[in-house]
């Protein structure tokens, strides 16, 4: 089973671009839950795999509604940890010419930022690994009460980072870093986005990566470089490249969460998930995990909103099914 950790909230979007500026008339506006983690566990789901949340839960009507979507998607709700008194936070997205979101986080006394460390869970010996990442990262408690959980699992379950950083929720480059300073030396495998590259460090990936692959734990980077594709670094192999498939772009929200949870979804088939297990990949197969993420990815493109693919719609080759 996989757990994943971090926050849970609800994507506000706009329904009708052309209502603005017109006095009157009412703005639309479309709420879907939504969240990094929150989309890695549906991902994870309608992927087939065995999956549970973590995180804060607000004790209203917002934070049932959440609960209630977990449930129909089968993600194990045990570990979600209902925080009286606290708000659900809500992410308004504008889309640019491209389709690509822009955020403007509401989240002041979010409950999925609240999590203490007296909220942690024991770990059952189903949970094979952790992923963590966004903005659970870097808001308080919530970021040490992470910390405490990977720092206690890392040394025999997989435990897995994407940092998927927003500076509208905590805007300091440097606090950022340092908290992904820490949370890498526990990650086994990391996946980050050029874009957020660009935005904390302005050095090129593989500078980077070649630095975080020195930690003790880390064994993949991964680097998704949207209508480029994506890279993959290993100590065994250097780097690994595919490309992305060509498709009809809807709007890329949620394409990094599918790729995620597409990544750790291709790791349990085929029995990679021990940390032990991962200098054992080839270069065949890295290529193959990344195929196969970025298909999950170009899917959900190809769809509006975070609107994920089942397994059944990976059957077969990647590179196959999305030819470039």
């Not at 709420?31 to 789901?45: C, E, K, T």
């Not at 990566?209 to 998704?224: G, K, P, Q, R």
């Not at 790791?267 to 993420?293: C, G, K, N, Y």
């Amino acid at each position: 089973m996989f757990l994943i950790c971090g926050e849970a909230l609800f994507d506000v979007l706009q329904d009708d671009a052309h209502s603005v500026g017109h006095p009157g008339r009412p703005i639309g506006l479309t709420a879907m839950p939504g969240g990094s983690p929150f989309n890695v566990a549906i991902g994870l789901a309608r992927l087939s795999r065995r999956v549970a949340m973590l995180t804060g839960i607000a004790d209203d009507g917002w934070g049932e509604q959440l609960e209630a979507v977990l449930d129909a998607e089968h993600v194990d709700t045990r570990y979600l940890v209902k925080i009286d008194r606290a708000v659900t936070a809500l992410a308004m997205i504008r889309l640019d010419r491209q389709g690509v979101p822009q955020y403007d986080f509401r989240c002041f006394r979010s409950a999925d930022s609240l999590l203490e460390r007296g909220h942690l869970p024991t770990l059952t010996s189903d949970i094979r690994a952790i992923h963590v990442g966004s903005f659970s990262l870097v808001t308080r408690p919530s970021s040490a009460t992470l910390e405490a959980l990977v720092a206690q699992a890392s040394s025999n379950r997989l435990v897995t980072l994407d940092p998927n950083v927003r500076l509208s929720v905590e805007p300091s480059r440097e606090h950022w870093k340092a908290r992904l300073e820490v949370f890498r030396r526990f990650a086994h495998v990391i996946k980050i986005s050029e874009e957020d590259i660009e935005l904390l460090y302005g050095t090129s990936p593989e500078e980077l990566a070649a630095e975080w692959l020195s930690s003790l734990n880390c064994e993949v980077i991964v680097i998704t470089r949207g209508r480029r594709g994506a890279d993959a670094y290993t100590r065994r192999h250097g780097r690994v490249h595919v490309a992305a498939p060509t498709i009809d772009m809807a709007d890329t929200v949620g394409a990094g969460d599918a790729f995620q949870a597409a990544m750790l979804c291709w790791l349990d088939e085929h029995d990679f998930l021990a940390p032990t297990r991962l200098p054992m990949l080839t270069s065949d197969d890295v290529v193959s995990m990344l195929s196969f993420a970025t298909t999950a990815s170009a899917i959900t493109c190809e769809r509006r909103g975070p609107d994920f693919p089942h397994r059944e719609a990976l059957a077969g080759s990647a590179q196959d099914r999305l030819a470039p």
